[in-house]
């Protein structure tokens, strides 16, 4: 009889041991909406090469330039990828921005998508696209369903620009939407004499990013709430 009563402790000890252990796994598993808060404008953004996580300088003015320009609620992600100097980390940021854009979508529908990088980040923006890069295709793109929930692109010093042309016009679902902004000398998106490293690493804020925030605000107002994904195909 004791041994019983002993058995019983032990066992349920165990089970509480457990029980203990499964919450710190579990809820991260399982999507939810409270990882999203349905924001009326959510941008996406890849930042350039070596600078920390987040959205970058020049993704940071444009957000900040855009909630000056509109009085909906603007939310932010910076794509998680690595951005180092040997422009590696390109498919690992398209992904990204691939799973970012579908998550948003599943909780979100009427929340308007922004895209954006700078630099190594516009070659992510790239990818996503379906913007060819030296005449060569890469990594995966975002699929079809989910263009319409994406209402603008833009990128900041594309190399597309110079060795394939921009997004507005290669990408077949995202070109109407799109805009390249390249500084005149930058040696990253521009051909020709008269190029400064300089013109690439601080020749976008402020007013390259103004524009483009107020290329966005202009398509905000135009696309209205998104009517969500299209249904996937069988």
């Known amino acids: 009889m004791r041994f019983l009563r002993l058995n019983g402790i032990f066992s349920a000890v165990l089970m509480a041991g457990a029980l203990l252990m499964v919450p710190a796994v579990a809820p991260s598993a399982i999507p939810s909406a409270a990882a999203y808060d349905c924001p009326d404008v959510e941008v996406i953004f890849a930042r350039g090469t070596s600078e920390p ?12 330039s855009l909630r000056q320009q509109t009085s909906k609620k603007v939310d932010e992600y910076g794509v998680n990828y690595p951005a180092g100097r040997l422009q590696l980390g390109g498919g690992d940021g398209a992904n990204d ?24 980040g516009a070659s992510v923006i ?6 060819q890069v030296g005449g060569i295709s890469w990594g995966s793109q975002l699929p079809a369903q989910y263009a319409n929930q994406v209402v603008a692109v833009v990128a900041f ?70 009517a969500g994904p299209l249904p996937l195909a069988p």
């Open 53 to 64: 996580p987040g959205v970058g300088r020049v993704g940071r003015a444009l957000i900040d």
């Open 97 to 120: 921005v691939i799973k970012r854009v579908k998550a948003a979508a599943d909780v979100c529908p009427d929340t308007e998508l922004v895209l954006g990088g700078y630099s190594q």
């Open 126 to 131: 790239d990818i996503v696209t379906g913007t």
């Open 157 to 226: 010093g594309n190399p597309a620009v110079r060795s394939g042309g921009p997004i507005s016009s290669q990408s077949v679902l995202f070109g109407s939407k799109a805009l390249d902004l390249c500084n005149p000398g930058d040696p990253i998106c521009h051909e020709g004499p008269g190029n400064e490293w300089t013109d690439h690493t601080d020749g976008y804020i402020p007013a390259l990013t103004s524009q483009a925030a107020n290329f966005v605000a202009g398509r905000l107002r135009a696309a209205g709430p998104s």
